[in-house]
C-alpha cells in the first residue's frame, strides 16, 4: 500500500505560479511511474504530467512549456511547478504513483487549484 499527500494547491491570479507536491509514505520511484492528473468539474480526469520509464517525462500539450514536474528521490517526493496560469487550469489536482508494467496504481486525494482572471 502507498499513501500519497498532495499540498500546494490554491487561488491564485491567471500568470501567476504555484508548486504542488506529492509525497509518498515510502520511497517507490523505483518501482512506479509518478504522474499528476487533473479533473474540472464536469470533465474527465485528464494526465497533465508524468515520469515514464524512469526519467522521461511526457506533457499534455495545453500545459508544455508552463508546467515542469520533478522529484526528489530522498524526500519520496515528486513537485509540479505550475507558471503562468490560466483560468482553463482550474482543477482538483491528483497525485498518481503507476506500478511498472502493470494497471495497478495509487492516487492522492487531490488539491484544488483556481486559477482568477
Known amino acids: 500500500q502507498v499513501q500519497l499527500v498532495e499540498s500546494g494547491g490554491g487561488l491564485v491570479q491567471a500568470g501567476g505560479s504555484l508548486r504542488l507536491s506529492c509525497a509518498a509514505s515510502?520511497?517507490?520511484?523505483?518501482?512506479?511511474?509518478m504522474g499528476w492528473y487533473r479533473q474540472a468539474p464536469g470533465k474527465p480526469r485528464e494526465l497533465v504530467a508524468a515520469f515514464t520509464n524512469g526519467d522521461k517525462t511526457n506533457y499534455s500539450n495545453s500545459v508544455k512549456g508552463r508546467f515542469t514536474i520533478s522529484r526528489d528521490n530522498a524526500k519520496n517526493t515528486v513537485y509540479l511547478q505550475m507558471n503562468n496560469l490560466k483560468p482553463d487550469d482550474t482543477a482538483v489536482y491528483f497525485c498518481n504513483a503507476q506500478m511498472l508494467g502493470t494497471v495497478h496504481a495509487f492516487w492522492g486525494q487531490g488539491t484544488q487549484v483556481t486559477v482568477s482572471t
Open positions: 515510502r520511497s517507490i520511484f523505483n518501482t512506479f511511474d
